[in-house]
């Protein structure tokens, strides 16, 4: 019988391996997986690809892996936003890596990878740095430049409700990323505020189905980034 829940964080994160390419879901705060990622600080795994929209926040979540020198380079749209501090300290002194995609391409990169489309054409970045050294191609009197799909060995993604199937309900805006990362990974991890029995969640309305789903574990009062970053918390504690 399918039972893809796990009893803890650790145990999630446990198999994620020096030098992995990981997407961690997040749009800011909202959808960000603190207690994988701070699992994954304990687990510490190093020389990490991170494929996430930002760069995290004081020094919790993201922001606390990357202070840990677990991240040798970020794939994101955000590296710098209000209380962002460890990573661009870090860029600047050139002890880590960054490659820099528009929002809607870093999407896109990432839904290609999961739909098993190797590359696609985009108007955006075009005429700008971003654009130095790609291959691009002129489509009805318009430029476009080639961006390749994002795959990942691993993906860490927040969600609101799961079943023991993996099937993944989000809530509102936390949703963000979190789909397109599920498919895009050979192993996705999941915490979920609730667990619910089988047959609990109508199948019209799942979000990501189980099939992209490796585990899941039950997070009911998950941290709140802004409130941690507040208070001056620092992970580890």
């Not at 207690?35 to 304990?42: C, K, P, S, V």
Request: glycine content about 8%; hydrophobic content about 40%; charged content about 20%.
């Amino acid at each position: 019988m399918i039972n893809k829940i796990v009893n803890s964080s650790a145990e999630a994160v446990k198999e994620i391996q020096d030098g992995a390419t990981v997407m961690i879901g997040g749009f800011g705060e909202a959808g960000s997986p603190i207690e994988l990622i701070h699992a994954l600080i304990d687990q510490g795994a190093k020389n990490l690809t991170v494929v996430s929209n930002n760069t995290g926040s004081g020094h919790v979540g993201l922001a606390a892996l990357i202070a840990n020198r677990q991240v040798k380079k970020m794939i994101c749209s955000f590296p710098r936003t209000a209380n962002s501090t460890v990573f661009p300290e870090l860029y600047s002194a050139g002890e880590i890596e960054l490659e820099l995609v528009p929002q809607g391409t870093l999407a896109e990169r990432i839904r290609a990878g999961g739909a098993g489309i190797p590359a696609f054409y985009t108007p955006a970045s075009v005429n700008t740095p971003l654009a130095e050294g790609k291959e691009s191609r002129i489509f009805m009197d318009s430029e476009y430049v080639l961006e390749y799909g994002i795959k990942a060995d691993f993906s860490l993604v927040k969600c609101e409700t799961a079943d023991r199937y993996g099937n993944l309900l989000y809530h509102a805006t936390a949703r963000n990323f979190g789909p397109i990362m599920c498919t895009a990974a050979k192993v996705t991890i999941v915490q979920a505020r609730s667990i619910v029995d089988a047959g609990q969640i109508d199948p019209e309305i799942v979000i990501t189905p189980g099939i992209y789903v490796k585990k899941v574990v039950e997070i009911n009062n998950p941290a709140t980034e802004s409130k941690l970053v507040a208070d001056e918390m620092r992970y580890p504690w």
